[in-house]
């Protein structure tokens, strides 16, 4: 009766399966559906990656799974000892083939002809065939010789990169990413099921399954036409997408994935060495960072008024982190959560110095403020009407709110834009002096401006935003005002 043996190696994922005589038709037909392949070398079946089902395979046959004894390290070692012995081996018999070359062309010593018609021309011509052939050969060896050679080569630096700390970071970087990917399934299938609470009546039914993603509902994409022609009642429907999400939020093999995921997360970072406890100053969006990056549905956190910190989700948070919707803890337990967890709050970036003059502030003017440069700016429009065939317009204060401002703002011909003023009251603007663009003025501050239902010789309107406070301007606008005022009474009566 053939025995097994089961291993697993967590530095490359594989299960190993050892058995101890040839397998009968019907376990080589399982083991090889599962995934398994014979090494011959090693004398053995290996996965190329852990599942579930391979694991449940493994255990059924051995009955246990024991940690893989050999290191990847010792079985690289193995494999290019391998490499390098069949490298030598043809090295050998290209130093044959090369010495049977060179004892063949001693018959063409001198450059000796072969003598045509002669009765050593037969064997001349056999000898000369033998002299290339072992040549060919010699050259065909030595290239197995090197391309061996650089097999061993690679075994062992392939190994070597394994087992690097850069290597291992990125490792862990995409089994979180996975475990990112698993949760989110489970944070989908907690959103469906709310939905189908809320989704009891036939029309209900018909309608979500028509227009609603069927990601979102967790259901077929031809649910919707299978009810719609009557195939299945909308009752049924609606059962078959609850049971499909409740399998995923409770099933047991999404959350035995994921926890095979966070047993590889802790033994790569104990390869790395122990991850440090976090002494910083502890922030709501710290903990935000740690909490998405472990597969968190939307975190928010808050500090509450005991001075704790609570972390809340729209659905239950990761099993690894707590077995609910929400977690209040205290800084130290969200310092020993956070080293538990592997995970390292990240170092801030220092911010390279950006090249570009420094931004002027922007500013949102009273009301008051922004009717008396408006009427500075219409003045100035009449003094500059001097010499045109047209009378200048008036324009008047434009008041809005911030959201209506933010969505018809986004773009350069929106009906609203921020412009930059000098000490004057002048818009900045660019222009050419000579072969150089050059700025009209030197902007102190920033306003919002809008163009909506302006005409020919109107000035813009002036902006502001009524659910924001307001701020001064730097700019001394009874001075303004007086001599723009004067200017175009000047022009008037002119």
């Given at each position: 009766m053939t025995s097994f043996t089961a291993t697993y190696s967590p530095e490359d994922n594989k299960i190993r399966l050892y058995a101890s005589s040839r397998l009968d038709a019907e376990t080589y037909a399982r083991v090889k559906e599962a995934g398994f392949k014979w090494a011959p070398k090693q004398e053995l079946f290996v996965a190329p990656k852990w599942t579930p089902q391979r694991e449940d395979l493994a255990l059924e046959l051995a009955g246990e799974i024991e940690p893989e004894e050999m290191t990847l390290a010792e079985r690289a070692a193995l494999k290019a000892e391998r490499?390098?012995?069949?490298?030598?081996?043809?090295?050998?018999?290209?130093?044959?083939?090369?010495?049977?070359?060179?004892?063949?062309?001693?018959?063409?010593?001198?450059?000796?002809p072969i003598l045509v018609g002669h009765h050593s021309e037969h064997s001349a011509r056999r000898t000369q065939e033998r002299m290339h052939s072992a040549s060919s050969a010699a050259?065909?060896?030595?290239?197995?010789?090197?391309?061996?050679?650089?097999?061993?080569?690679?075994?062992?630096?392939?190994?070597?990169?394994?087992?690097?700390?850069?290597t291992r970071a990125n490792r862990i970087k995409t089994l979180l990413a996975e475990l990112r990917d698993l949760q989110r399934g489970i944070n989908r299938a907690h959103a469906a099921l709310a939905i189908w609470e809320k989704l009891t009546t036939d029309q209900q039914i018909l309608h979500?399954?028509?227009?609603?993603?069927?990601?979102?509902?967790?259901?077929?994409?031809?649910?919707?036409?299978?009810?719609?022609r009557g195939e299945v009642t909308p009752a049924d429907a609606r059962q078959s997408c609850i049971e499909g999400a409740t399998l995923a939020v409770g099933g047991p093999n999404r959350r035995r994935w994921?926890?095979?995921?966070l047993h590889r997360l802790a033994f790569e970072r104990s390869m790395l060495g122990d991850v440090p406890r976090y002494d910083g100053e502890l922030t709501p969006v710290i903990i935000q960072a740690f909490a998405r990056?472990?597969?968190?549905?939307?975190?928010?956190?808050?500090?509450?008024?005991?001075?704790?910190?609570?972390?809340?989700?729209?659905?239950p948070l990761p099993a690894h982190i707590a077995s609910d919707a929400s977690l209040e803890l205290g800084e130290d337990g969200w310092r020993d959560l956070m080293e538990a967890c592997g995970y390292t709050v990240p170092e801030?970036?220092?911010?390279?110095?950006?090249?570009?003059?420094?931004?002027?502030?922007?500013?949102?003017?009273?009301?008051?403020?922004?009717?008396q440069l408006q009427t500075i700016w219409n003045l100035r429009m009449v003094a500059a009407c001097k010499d045109k065939q047209a009378k200048a317009k008036a324009a008047e204060i434009y008041p809005t709110t911030q959201a209506t401002y933010s969505a018809n703002s986004k773009g350069s011909y929106d009906v609203f834009n921020t412009i930059e003023i000098a000490a004057d009251g002048r818009r900045v603007r660019m222009g050419w002096q000579g072969n150089e663009r050059v700025q009209s003025g030197e902007p102190i501050?920033?306003?919002?401006?809008?163009?909506?239902?302006?005409?020919?010789?109107?000035?813009?309107?002036?902006?502001?935003?009524?659910?924001?406070?307001?701020?001064?301007?730097?700019?001394?606008?009874?001075?303004?005002?007086?001599e723009a005022r004067t200017a175009a009474t000047e022009e008037v009566a002119a």
């Open positions: 490499l390098e012995g069949l490298s030598h081996k043809r090295h050998a018999q290209a130093n044959a083939f090369a010495r049977r070359a060179n004892e063949l062309s001693q018959a063409f010593y001198m450059g000796q050259v065909s060896a030595g290239k197995a010789a090197t391309y061996w050679l650089d097999r061993a080569s690679g075994v062992e630096h392939f190994a070597s990169m394994k087992n690097s700390p850069r979500a399954l028509g227009h609603m993603d069927s990601r979102i509902l967790w259901s077929n994409y031809d649910l919707y036409y299978k009810v719609d994921i926890e095979h995921i990056e472990h597969g968190t549905e939307s975190p928010k956190c808050t500090v509450t008024d005991a001075g704790r910190l609570r972390l809340e989700s729209p659905v801030k970036k220092a911010r390279r110095a950006s090249g570009r003059p420094d931004t002027v502030p922007l500013i949102n003017l009273s009301r008051e403020q922004a009717e501050a920033r306003i919002r401006v809008s163009g909506i239902g302006r005409d020919f010789y109107q000035p813009d309107s002036i902006v502001f935003i009524t659910d924001k406070p307001s701020k001064p301007l730097p700019i001394d606008l009874d001075v303004l005002e007086t």
